[in-house]
RNA sequence: GGGGGGAUGUCCGAGUGGUUAAAGGAGACGGGCUGUAAACCCGUUGGCUCUGCCUACACAGGUUCGAAUCCUGUUCCCCCCA
């Protein structure tokens, strides 16, 4: 795997874009040249600390380059934070503080450990407000770099432009920070997302007008999120973290669309075995065990896939269940599914009254909102398939 | 600096004084069918002490028996001109 070309094939297989044409060819062949270590960059977002599947497309990919002997340069976005990105048009994000940041890099490091190699010859962590934190002159020679119509044909400032929505400054300068992050950890290859096109290939020119080589770059297709639809993210609700339970990582991957198996198999880098050959169902199956096996811990695919059919082909109730107490005498059954499950009372009376609650498997209707807590103690209500709370009567012997 | 347009529920988007908790769509949720897939069908979708009450159409006041709809001020956004 020493062999630049083969290397070079290897990484790009499942990239989006490999730009410019050859570069990685060249930039590992002059490692292997120089026999070192080739520097790859990767910033991060210090406001989002929750590694999921998306996440880990481009950490993958930076494993394999740590795999082949490269070493990671994690850029910590603190300083970017704390400007606090104005994009995303209504919602203007809060400003974090240096605790915050702190917090979150050190959670976003811990999460990442499960992909990256932590070994410190093998990543090193840095943060950008140690350079970018400059004198004006210095950022003025910075600003002369871009010229607005280059901004201007990014796909979605273009577009946003033509919408009429709004572009705030920053927007613009981002890039250039971003750049300039290529220049001060002189980087030799940076990943992204393919939505981090424009500002990956942006820091070549500021790696240019500083006189410095120019970074290879690499760009990850976007992993879709669980609805199939859009790219998987946090704030819309369609993602999968990586430190979540198996059997919720198991559940929520058989949710997927079958299209979507080969996609994320590519992109995690997963190896379905033989079930790769069989039909979409057994390969979901199998792409859910990798997945929990991979994040999870080995043999956690298998369990969470026993305790799935159980609950789920079998109509059984998980292993473990949480718990909810109630006082001894009547329950409001709304009031006791809202504490249980954080819906609002009037969520629990609708549920009710469509036949979606159960104890045991005796439905629980809106003819009857109070219960004795007896009838309750130590069944399990569920409310739809998949959310279930066992519920405990408190004993009164205080 | 001047002129014009706009802000509606999770999102998009109707609605210009009264039966509007607010059309329609999307999304989400519950049910059916299934493989917790797709497609399809039904229902729900502000909150609550629920045959009723409270809060809601950027924010604050005002007019009116009655306002998302009219008036005033404020904030934010977009466009055009300079």
């Known amino acids: ?236 609700g369609n993602h999968i973290g990586v430190t979540e339970e198996p059997t919720e990582i198991f559940g929520r991957t058989m949710r997927i669309p079958d299209g979507l198996i080969d996609q994320w198999r590519d992109l995690l880098a997963l190896d379905l075995g033989p079930d790769d050959a069989a039909d979409a169902r057994t390969r979901k199956r199998a792409l859910a065990r990798a997945i929990c096996d991979r994040f999870a811990g080995d043999g956690s695919g298998a369990r969470a896939q026993e305790e799935f059919d159980r609950v789920f082909l079998g109509g059984g109730v998980p292993d473990d269940v949480p718990e909810i107490e109630v006082e001894a005498g009547d329950v409001h059954l709304p009031a006791l599914l809202a504490a249980a499950f954080g819906m609002s009372r009037s969520e629990a009376r609708r549920a009710l009254g469509q036949g979606g609650v159960r104890a045991d498997d005796e439905p629980l209707t809106s003819e009857r909102l109070d219960v004795p807590s007896a009838d309750l103690d130590g069944r399990v209500v569920r409310v739809g398939k998949r959310r279930f709370a066992r519920v405990r009567v408190r004993s009164v012997d205080a």
Do not use: C
Request: charged letters at 30%; a negative charge; proline letters at 6%.
């Open 1 to 236: 795997m020493s062999d630049p070309l083969s290397a070079a094939e290897y990484l790009a297989r499942n990239a989006a874009a490999v730009q410019p044409a050859g570069a990685l060819e060249e930039r590992l062949a002059a490692a292997e040249r120089e026999s070192r270590p080739l520097r790859v960059k990767l910033g991060i977002d210090p406001t989002a600390p929750d590694i999921h599947l998306g996440h880990v497309v481009v950490l993958q990919k930076l494993r394999e380059f740590q795999d082949l002997g490269h070493r990671v340069v994690l850029i910590v976005g603190d300083y970017t934070a704390r400007v606090g990105d104005p994009s995303g048009r209504s919602a203007t994000r809060p400003v974090l503080g240096d605790d915050d940041i702190d917090e979150n890099a050190r959670t976003y490091q811990e999460q990442a450990g499960r992909i990256l190699d932590t070994a410190p010859e093998r990543l090193e962590v840095r943060r950008n407000g140690e350079w970018l934190d400059m004198p004006m002159t210095e950022f003025l020679a910075l600003a002369r770099i871009p010229k607005v119509a280059q901004l201007l044909e990014r796909d979605d400032f273009s577009k946003r432009y033509r919408e009429g929505r709004p572009i705030s400054l920053l927007e613009f300068v981002y890039p250039l920070l971003q750049g300039y992050d290529s220049v001060a950890v002189e980087a030799d290859i940076e990943l992204g997302g393919t939505d981090q096109t424009f500002n990956v290939l942006f820091g070549r020119d500021v790696q240019r007008a500083h006189g410095r080589p120019e970074q290879a770059t690499l760009t990850m297709p976007l992993l879709v999120g669980i609805d199939g639809v859009q790219k998987m993210s946090k704030s819309l």
